[in-house]
């Protein structure tokens, strides 16, 4: 079976990132044929539209990757009821400039991990407007709105049994979304 | 009358920037007695919550800025429908640590320019979500959505006819809410 690319954006910066944990255990649960690679967005600058003609190597890093990836998965946390600006900022650079955006029909998944209840549904609900402008289908069911609890990661960032067949269905739906954008987008060109 | 401290936040970093202009137009529409600071924030870094414990002088300058503020606007242009991550960047280094926010309680308004016709109508909304969170009470009405079109703007960045009366309004406005919001919590505290 042919090599399927995945670009995984994660939202947070902090070394011990929940979303970061939850990215590592979706490499578990995905198909052989899929390879995840973990996208940097920390050493970027703030997006300046005046960079936009001579973009620094770690914009054109991220582009490149962007554009060579068969789809995406956003995991994410929750700022303030929206996404992090951090990844929002990655989002932006990956969108310039006008007319040359990288994230056009790539089919996307998103996750989220939060402390609060919600478990970052509100974010993710930003990010669907934003990818919906971007001409990024999303995933639409299942939604995956995880709440930090006690045992949710054991002491190796492992998922525990009780999310472990959620993020699994959620990947198999994911690789079937894949899959039936890429066939129509094959049918189109 | 007591000199009234506003914090002015453009959520663009180019030189030209569209809403850079509109807060210096503002600048004359504004009472006597308001004093308007426009904030730094493309010096900051990307938000990690790593660093929350040892923020860097730039962050402890935005916070102590925005502390110091007796109300705030945010002029921002409206990037993939949504606020631009450099914006949102600021806002949640300025909301952090957890229970050290200093949004609270800060009477706001939103204004914003793009080149499109919605004229930042959908980022507003996203920015409406965010600071209802960081219980910052933003002006309703009027809602000032302009499209950049030809004589917005003369040569030297000055506002045209058919705008400026519009600038003026919403001033007058702003200016009343920041006087009710701030007698409401002189009033409750």
Redesign the interface.
Known sequence: MNQVKIAVIVG????ASLNRKLAHNLEKVAPAHFILNQLI??D?P?????DDEEPCKEVIRLKSEIHAADGLIFITPE??????????????HA?RPYGKSVWRKKPAGILGVSVGMTGTA?AQQ?LR??L???DVPVLGQPEVFVQDKKDLFDGEGNLGELHLPLIQNWMDCFAGWVKTQTAESTQIS
């Open positions: 947070s910066l902090r070394y967005i920390g970027l703030l997006y300046n539209q005046d700022y303030n009821r929206s996404i992090p600006g951090v990844l929002k900022n990655a989002i932006d969108s509100l930003h407007n934003i919906a402008y971007l």
